[in-house]
C-alpha cells in the first residue's frame, strides 16, 4: 500500500495562489491515479480533481476549474495541485488519494475508488 504525504498548505489571502504537494512511497506510482479531495469544516469531503497514471488525462470538479491546475511528476513520486485566485470557500482541509486498480487514462471522481490516503493539509483563504 503506498503512503502519502502532502504539504504546501497554509494561510493565503483571496486572489492568491498556494501549491500544495503529495509524496508518495514505493516504486509503483506511476501505476496508481491520483486525485484530490477536500473538507470543510461541518461538510462532508467532497472531490477536487483527478489525474490519470501517466498524467495525460485530468478532470476537475466545477467550482475549482479554471483556477486549480492537478499534475504529477512520476520521476519525483509526487502530485500536485496548483491553486490559483483562491476564495474563503476554498478553505478546507485537502487530501491526496492514490488508486492502485486504475486503468491507463483513467480519471476518478468517487472517493471509494481510492484505496490509500494521506494525512491531509490544511487550506486557510482569509477575505
Known amino acids: 500500500q503506498v503512503q502519502l504525504v502532502e504539504s504546501g498548505g497554509g494561510l493565503v489571502q483571496a486572489g492568491g495562489s498556494l501549491r500544495l504537494s503529495c509524496a508518495a512511497s514505493g516504486r509503483t506510482f506511476s501505476s496508481y491515479a491520483m486525485g484530490w479531495f477536500r473538507q470543510a469544516p461541518g461538510k462532508e469531503r467532497e472531490f477536487v480533481a483527478a489525474?490519470?497514471?501517466?498524467?495525460?488525462?485530468?478532470t476537475y470538479t466545477d467550482t475549482v476549474r479554471g483556477r486549480f491546475t492537478i499534475s504529477r511528476d512520476n520521476a519525483k513520486n509526487t502530485v500536485y495541485l496548483q491553486m490559483n485566485s483562491v476564495k474563503p470557500e476554498d478553505t478546507a482541509d485537502y487530501y491526496c488519494?492514490?488508486?492502485?486498480?486504475?486503468?491507463?487514462?483513467?480519471?476518478?471522481?468517487?472517493?471509494?475508488?481510492?484505496?490509500?490516503w494521506g494525512q491531509g493539509t490544511q487550506v486557510t483563504v482569509s477575505s
Open positions: 488519494a492514490a488508486n492502485p486498480t486504475a486503468s491507463y487514462r483513467g480519471v476518478y471522481s468517487n472517493a471509494p475508488s481510492y484505496g490509500s
Open positions: 489525474i490519470s497514471r501517466s498524467g495525460g488525462s485530468t
